[in-house]
């Protein structure tokens, strides 16, 4: 039996913080609507929209990608997902939070025969140049992930792998690349349709934010040996969840209300997250992107200028404690906290009883880091109750796929529903188009020669840069 995730939020209330909190009233203010918006949610969902909510329930993808890497798992030292945004972040906080911690370190043999995984999310030439130089392609299996199939950064990276492979390969090294991308639109659907190369597919009306459980982030899992089918399940008993359970018993909506209320009501328009876990540390990276990118808007869904989102922040326990804890309690309180805590970690490790002459060392002694790692936690939740921070918890009773894939649900669903809270599309990103087409432009592409010109104007006029 797979235990679940759990969800407090008792440090966010009245009666605990205090005014910086939300009275039980307040709270209960927001039933109606929240679950007015979930049951438009639901009513999409049956109707066949918000395509997210069922891929729990599709096994097929899954499948397939366990199939080609169990076919492909042993000819491999590397695998290699290049990729940005939506195409990799999901990636990394799988292969962080449910492979080795060391995972390209240890041998192979303790992957259980898996190739190493990278997954390129910079185009930065001095990374990708030292990258390039630690393993041998010929080796590798590269697989290219984009949605649109036309993203600037991924298409660079695809071209020169497809240019050094061509080089080394020739004709053979269709058996080094594999690319996910939409099922028709994007160049690169119309370069696996030339070049015969194996493809997996991005399913339509899935944004790259939500794309974690589809081909684009179940491949490389797969690869790297996770119980995807068990990530899958996790995934579906969220959404059985959200679709069955009344207000007060559904914290996904519950979160979404707590926290456009934290956001709106009170200025707390940051949202820390701080997970207790090296595992899930990549988890507050994917969750930083989701919250950003779906809830950061000008315009309402009326077009009005709103300018919405809580800006989100990711801090790790216990590095940031000595990083950042001292402004969370004693800076501005503009923050709302949520704490990822594990009961229980893979490993124990005792931490010896030495120096028993020095008090200040002794009492360290025959404690674990298990008991220091969750009393630092609890020093920081009190520390900022204290303080009157309000602060909200996702416990991971263990962190495996079942309750990550939990995870990823929850804070799929609270995003989404977070979106008709503040009446925005959450599903879209014109902020980042704007600053895709300078680059285009200054890349010289076709159809943006005018906006060039306009681009190279602007950047001539700077009077404020200087040598020091
Ligand atoms: O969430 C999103 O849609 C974006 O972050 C995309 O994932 C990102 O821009 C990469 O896009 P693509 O997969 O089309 O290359």
Same mark, same amino acid.
């Given at each position: 039996?797979? =235990?679940?995730i759990?969800?407090?939020?008792?440090?966010?209330?009245?009666?605990?913080i205090? $005014? !910086?909190? +939300?009275? @039980?009233? /307040?709270?209960?203010?927001?039933k109606s609507?929240?679950?007015?918006?979930?049951?438009?949610?639901?009513?999409?969902y049956?109707?066949?929209?918000?395509?997210?909510? =069922?891929?729990?329930?599709n096994?097929?993808?899954?499948k397939?990608?366990?199939k080609?890497? $169990? !076919?492909? +798992?042993? @000819?491999? /030292?590397?695998?290699v997902?290049?990729?940005?945004?939506?195409?990799?972040?999901?990636?990394?906080a799988?292969l962080?939070?449910?492979?080795?911690?060391?995972?390209?370190?240890v041998?192979?043999k303790?992957?259980k025969?898996?190739p190493?995984?990278?997954?390129?999310?910079?185009?930065?030439?001095?990374?990708?140049?030292?990258?390039l130089?630690?393993?041998?392609?010929?080796?590798?299996?590269?697989?290219?992930?984009?949605?649109?199939?036309?993203t600037?950064?991924?298409?660079?990276?695809?071209?020169?792998?497809?240019?050094?492979?061509n080089?080394?390969?020739?004709?053979?090294?269709k058996n080094?690349?594999v690319?996910?991308t939409d099922?028709?639109?994007?160049f690169?659907r119309?370069?696996?349709?030339?070049?015969?190369?194996?493809?997996?597919?991005?399913?339509d009306g899935?944004?790259?934010?939500f794309?974690?459980?589809?081909?684009?982030?179940?491949?490389s899992s797969?690869?790297?040996?996770?119980?995807?089918?068990?990530?899958?399940?996790?995934?579906?008993s969220?959404?059985e969840?959200f679709?069955k359970?009344?207000?007060l018993?559904?914290?996904?909506?519950l979160n979404?209300?707590?926290?456009?209320?934290?956001?709106t009501?009170?200025?707390n328009?940051?949202?820390?997250?701080?997970?207790?876990s090296?595992?899930?540390?990549?988890?507050?990276?994917?969750?930083?992107?989701?919250?950003?990118?779906?809830?950061g808007?000008?315009?309402?869904?009326?077009?009005?200028?709103?300018?919405t989102?809580?800006?989100?922040?990711?801090?790790?326990?216990?590095?940031?404690?000595?990083?950042?804890?001292?402004?969370?309690?004693?800076g501005?309180n503009?923050?709302?906290?949520?704490?990822?805590?594990?009961?229980?970690f893979?490993n124990?490790?005792?931490?010896p009883?030495?120096?028993?002459?020095i008090d200040?060392?002794?009492?360290?002694?025959?404690?674990?880091?298990?008991?220091?790692?969750?009393?630092?936690?609890?020093?920081?939740?009190?520390a900022?109750?204290?303080a009157k921070?309000?602060?909200?918890?996702?416990?991971?009773?263990k962190?495996?796929?079942?309750?990550?894939?939990?995870f990823?649900?929850?804070?799929?669903?609270?995003?989404?529903l977070?979106?008709?809270?503040?009446?925005?599309?959450?599903?879209?990103?014109?902020?980042?188009?704007?600053?895709?087409?300078?680059?285009?432009?200054?890349?010289?592409r076709?159809?943006y020669?005018?906006?060039?010109?306009?681009?190279?104007?602007?950047?001539s006029?700077?009077?404020?840069?200087?040598f020091?």
């Open positions: 039996m797979n =235990s679940s759990r969800f407090d939020y008792s440090n966010l209330m009245q009666e605990v205090g $005014k !910086e909190g +939300i009275s @039980k009233k /307040e709270l209960s203010g927001y609507v929240s679950t007015r918006y979930r049951d438009e949610m639901k009513k999409e049956e109707s066949g929209g918000l395509k997210f909510l =069922s891929l729990p329930f096994k097929q993808y899954a397939e990608a366990l080609f890497a $169990k !076919e492909r +798992i042993n @000819k491999y /030292e590397n695998f997902v290049l990729g940005i945004g939506g195409s990799a972040l999901g990636n990394i799988l962080t939070a449910l492979g080795h911690p060391y995972y390209n370190i041998s192979k303790e992957r025969g898996s190493r995984i990278f997954i390129l999310d910079n185009i930065d030439p001095d990374q990708f140049y030292g990258f130089e630690t393993i041998d392609i010929r080796k590798t299996l590269f697989n290219v992930v984009s949605k649109s199939g036309e600037a950064e991924t298409m660079s990276q695809f071209l020169i792998i497809y240019d050094m492979l080089r080394k390969l020739g004709k053979k090294h080094n690349l690319i996910t099922a028709s639109k994007g690169l119309k370069i696996i349709e030339k070049e015969n190369y194996d493809s997996f597919v991005v399913p899935v944004g790259g934010r794309s974690i459980l589809t081909p684009v982030g179940l491949l797969a690869f790297a040996g996770i119980d995807i089918n068990n990530l899958l399940k996790g995934a579906a969220i959404v969840m679709l359970n009344d207000y018993k559904n914290p996904t909506m979404a209300a707590l926290h456009y209320h934290f956001d009501q009170k200025g328009n940051i949202s820390v997250m701080m997970p207790y090296y595992k899930l540390k990549d988890f507050a990276d994917w969750y930083r992107q989701i919250w950003a990118e779906s809830l808007k000008k315009f309402n869904l009326k077009g009005k200028e709103v300018f989102g809580q800006t989100p922040i990711k801090a790790l326990g216990v590095t940031d404690q000595h990083s950042q804890v001292q402004l969370y309690t004693e501005p503009n923050k709302i906290f949520t704490f990822l805590s594990v009961d229980d893979d124990t490790i005792k931490i009883k030495l120096f028993k002459e200040g060392l002794a009492y360290l002694g025959n404690h674990s880091l298990n008991e220091l790692m969750t009393f630092e936690r609890i020093g920081t939740e009190l900022l109750k204290a921070r309000p602060q909200c918890q996702i416990l991971f009773p962190v495996n796929a079942f309750t990550v894939g939990q990823i649900m929850f804070y799929e669903i609270q995003t989404a977070s979106g008709k809270f503040y009446q925005i599309n959450p599903y879209d990103q014109p902020g980042v188009e704007a600053g895709k087409k300078v680059a285009y432009a200054l890349m010289g076709k159809g020669e005018d906006y060039q010109k306009e681009i190279l104007k602007q950047l006029k700077k009077e404020t840069s200087f020091v």
